[in-house]
């Protein structure tokens, strides 16, 4: 029996549905997907929709959803500001992200970025991007897709962030991650600023400190720029994994002795 296809399709409703474009390829060409083949569909926001094929034509595969299901909650939304780096790091960057459910991810332009970027190329720099977190959500079964943003200077990154907690890494920080993560609230949404190669420059780190980031490192070593999103989105999901104030407590204690 052929595994259970997972296409990425937005609005998802119970009913006939088409896929086309890249939704068509991904089924009909790269997996020949056939009429009665199971598929999930998902929208990126947590809303997935359970089906099968029923007809394909030269343009469409034609689907039934027959189920909807919501996705839960549970994770503390992180965004990721990364600075551009040599060559497709940033590309690495984003896919290792998307697997740990990374909530928004925006490219950035620093002193030390390599790679430069004029309008014609962050326009297609932004729709690349928008495929991969696609693509990785969906290897990862994840239940959303990470919102991509065009890339921007990395000084209108630092002021453009709304979360509570806003971390900048500095290999030369004195608050450790975990330390930081400690001080916020149980699951607060959190940004992560990650430089190129040769980090950001202390004009950048102080910018950032001016727009309310806290400069933190992650151990002792110092990671390529490649490396550092999932090092330290791993860190935050074990973090929260193992914060007792992310679990429920229990109405009456007694009540898990019970038979």
């Not at 569909?41 to 027959?66: C, N, P, S």
């Not at 607060?188 to 980031?213: K, N, S």
Request: glycine share 10%; net charge negative; charged share 25%.
């Amino acid at each position: 029996m052929p595994r259970l296809l997972r296409v990425f399709h937005s609005p998802i409703a119970e009913g006939p549905a088409e896929l086309r474009g890249d939704a068509f390829a991904y089924a009909a060409v790269v997996h020949r997907a056939r009429v009665g083949h199971e598929v999930e569909l998902f929208d990126g926001e947590g809303r997935r929709g359970r089906g099968r094929f029923t007809a394909f034509d030269a343009e469409a595969a034609h689907v039934v959803v027959e189920a909807i299901e919501e996705g839960s909650g549970g994770l503390r939304p992180v965004t990721l500001v990364q600075a551009l780096g040599k060559g497709d790091k940033v590309e690495e960057s984003l896919r290792d992200a998307c697997e740990l459910g990374v909530a928004a991810f925006v490219p950035a332009e620093a002193s030390r970025s390599v790679r430069r970027l004029d309008a014609a190329g962050r326009a297609k720099l932004a729709g690349r991007l928008e495929r991969i977190a696609a693509e990785a959500a969906r290897q990862a079964h994840a239940p959303r897709v990470a919102a991509v943003h065009a890339p921007v200077m990395v000084a209108e990154a630092f002021a453009a962030a709304r979360s509570g907690l806003k971390l900048v890494f500095d290999p030369s920080g004195s608050t450790p991650l975990f330390e930081a993560l400690r001080g916020a609230g149980a699951l607060e949404g959190v940004a992560l600023a990650i430089g190129p190669e040769g980090g950001f420059t202390p004009d950048e780190i102080a910018q950032a400190r001016g727009c309310g980031w806290r400069a933190v490192r992650l151990g002792g070593t110092v990671l390529r720029t490649e490396t550092m999103a999932a090092a330290a989105l791993g860190a935050i999901r074990a973090f929260d994994d193992d914060d007792d104030r992310t679990r429920e407590p229990l109405a009456d204690p007694e009540e898990a002795l019970s038979p």
